[in-house]
């Protein structure tokens, strides 16, 4: 498979210190993403599917295309955050990541955050802390805060990610999956961005690329089977009685925090 440089030429490689998270629990043990974590996966934008509110006013094409372009951009359709869904069809891959680029335009319509997953369909139940991606220390913790990045750190929210900007920054975010957002993505991604540092502007986005794997390299049986496993641990914690394998999948698509980066200049 290949590095597959959707930018061409725009540098894929994690900043060190915006991609390395440490549990408040332990500081002393952080996580880093490796270096190359996107040269091992390959960019699949331009056959992406983009769904969700973006496409109220245009269609998927016609979205993938202005995502993709440098001269053009996209706004959300209402002030507050902004919901997207990413799908592709190739069977053997899974999406391994996003890039996103802000601050072109107007600092006041930058996004302060986004958020990795489907909102619970009831109570979040606190998952354990899933296997890191490939070539990733283990965490401490299944709460995470970014250690002196550029403003890229990650918090638990209900289980999912959430993932925030440098204000009054132009630049491009590396957002790699963890394995367990990978398998509860798999093939359609979802993710919440906004609200914009003035709540009642809509969101600017400037660039956003895809990324995926090879199921064979991800690992895709260990790390199904992983999240399943781990899934049906904290259904069984948290509800006490009643059924342990129901919340298997409801579990299996919440995953819990990982790391998220920085990457390099825009």
Known sequence: HGSGSCGGGRGLGLDAASSMLASPANAAAPTVFPFDFFERTMCITSEAKFGGDLVRRTTSESLRFALQSEETHVEAPSPGPCKITISHTRTDHVIAGIRIHLGTGSSTQTPTELVIGVAPAGAAAAAATPAPPPGVLGATSATATAAGGAGAGATASGGRRVVTFELGSRRWYDIPLTPAESVA??????????????????????????????????????????????????????????????????????????????????
């Open 185 to 266: 993505a798999e093939r359609v991604l979802t993710i919440y961005v906004g609200p914009a540092v003035t709540p009642s502007l809509p969101v600017r986005i400037d660039h956003l690329e895809v990324y995926a794997m090879n199921k064979e390299e991800f690992g895709w049986e260990a790390e199904s089977n992983a999240v399943a496993a781990a899934a049906s641990v904290a259904a069984t914690a948290a509800g006490g009685g009643g059924g342990g394998g129901g919340g298997g999948t409801a579990a299996a698509a919440e995953p819990a925090p990982g790391s998220g980066g920085g990457g390099g200049g825009g």
